[in-house]
């Protein structure tokens, strides 16, 4: 199946909707990827099919639950799921974070390649980030624990805001380790094409609208 084909399909069974630029687009991203990938070592995954599955509708899964105008995404690497979201979002501000030189030089130059102009790259380290406006998303692809990923993104949130952690298998060994205050939401993820599992963990402040 042409690799058009796969993503249309894809995208209609997560019941996303995207215009033939945007789709252009996502593609163009997967291709981008894939050169710099060759001499950057951006990503293990190096099968275009595979990439359209792992890489753009395993980003696009979690579409349904960002809220808000502007979206933090930390440890983005080569812009996962940060680009892939910002171009089927584009009424969203996204910020993309890596402490990766080489990574963020690529996330760079695929912004400028694809016209993306809600998208700003920054390298640095979560720890040491700050931005007084906030955000009302922060993604984060698993990098740590969710008591760790709270406590570095939990202070760049706008009131209303949450942590979107993603995850693999259902994380209920780490909840206990998270700190009062926090209400959480467990979502299993259907990626089409994948088997393997997929979760998001939704983090608020207690006493938060949901």
């Known amino acids: 199946m042409p690799l058009n084909a796969m993503l249309e399909r894809g995208l209609s069974e997560l019941g996303s ?3 033939c630029g945007q789709r252009e687009r996502l593609l163009q ?6 050169r710099w990938n060759r001499v950057y070592s951006l990503t293990a995954i190096e099968d275009p099919r595979e990439g359209v599955r792992l890489h753009l509708l395993d980003s696009l899964s979690i579409a349904s639950f960002l809220h808000g105008e502007r979206v933090l995404d930390v440890g983005t690497g080569p812009g996962l799921p940060g680009i892939p979201l ?10 993309l974070l890596d402490c990766n030189a080489k990574k963020i030089r690529f996330v760079r130059q695929a912004v400028i390649e694809l016209g993306l102009v ?3 790259p920054v390298q640095a380290r979560v720890e040491s980030f700050t931005d007084p406006a906030g ?9 740590a624990s ?5 406590a570095d ?3 760049l949130l706008k009131t209303g805001g949450s942590v979107l952690a993603l995850k693999g ?6 909840l206990g380790d998270l700190p009062a205050g926090v209400a959480v939401g467990i979502h299993r993820l259907r990626v089409p094409g994948v088997d393997a599992e997929r979760h998001l963990a939704e983090l608020r402040p207690t006493g938060q609208d949901s």
């Open 29 to 34: 991203f997967l291709e981008l990827l894939r």
């Open 146 to 150: 969710l008591a760790e990923i709270w």
């Open 135 to 143: 955000f009302d998303c922060v993604l984060a692809r698993a990098y």
């Open 86 to 95: 910002a171009i089927m979002q584009p009424d969203r501000r996204f910020v």
């Open 153 to 155: 993104a939990s202070r």
């Open 118 to 120: 809600n998208v700003v």
């Open 17 to 19: 909707t995207a215009g």
């Open 169 to 174: 298998r259902r994380p209920e060994t780490e």
